[in-house]
């Protein structure tokens, strides 16, 4: 009885796990939809070492993927490029998510001290694209995009 019962046991916490993993791993992406109804999936950088990490030592960024940087308040916060691999399209948005700035096809820095890349006017989010993203998808300034944290 008492190997019956630490079986069940164990496959609650693992099912609970899975489960409470799943949660987290949805709450991290959201859908993004741009002016003309297309979406895309951004990965969330909510936290200080989320932000700094962003999208260093990755390899590809697929054309419907993307990360948003969010942040408690708005700031021209700058950007660089350290330890990234691919270019990036950087699209800086207000409060009212709707786009200041965007710097088109950044490149990776190849060497110290990296050049940063700033708005002219205050943001709360930032999102990173795939070089090219911000042209290929029609994306101006003025432009609001839609999403729900």
């Not at 693992?14 to 297309?38: E, N």
């Not at 999936?41 to 070492?49: I, K, N, V, W």
């Not at 697929?62 to 399209?89: A, C, N």
């Not at 989010?125 to 999403?147: N, T």
Request: aromatic letters at 10%.
């Amino acid at each position: 009885m008492k190997k019956k019962t630490v079986i069940l046991a164990s496959m609650f916490l693992l099912t609970g796990s899975l489960i409470f993993c799943q949660a987290l791993r949805q709450d991290k992406f959201i859908k993004i939809y741009l002016p003309d109804g297309v979406s895309i999936t951004a990965e969330l950088a909510r936290t200080d070492a989320e932000r700094q990490k962003g999208l260093m030592f990755r390899d590809k960024l697929l054309p419907d993927q993307g990360m948003l940087f969010v942040f408690e308040t708005e700031y021209p916060y700058s950007f660089w490029m350290k330890s990234t691999l691919i270019p990036l399209d950087m699209i800086w948005l207000d409060k009212d998510r709707t786009i200041v700035h965007i710097a088109k096809n950044v490149p990776p820095c190849k060497e110290d001290p990296c050049p940063s890349y700033s708005p002219d006017r205050p943001a709360l989010y930032v999102l990173e694209l795939a070089a090219g993203s911000a042209d290929r998808l029609g994306l101006k300034l003025f432009d609001r995009l839609v999403f729900k944290l």
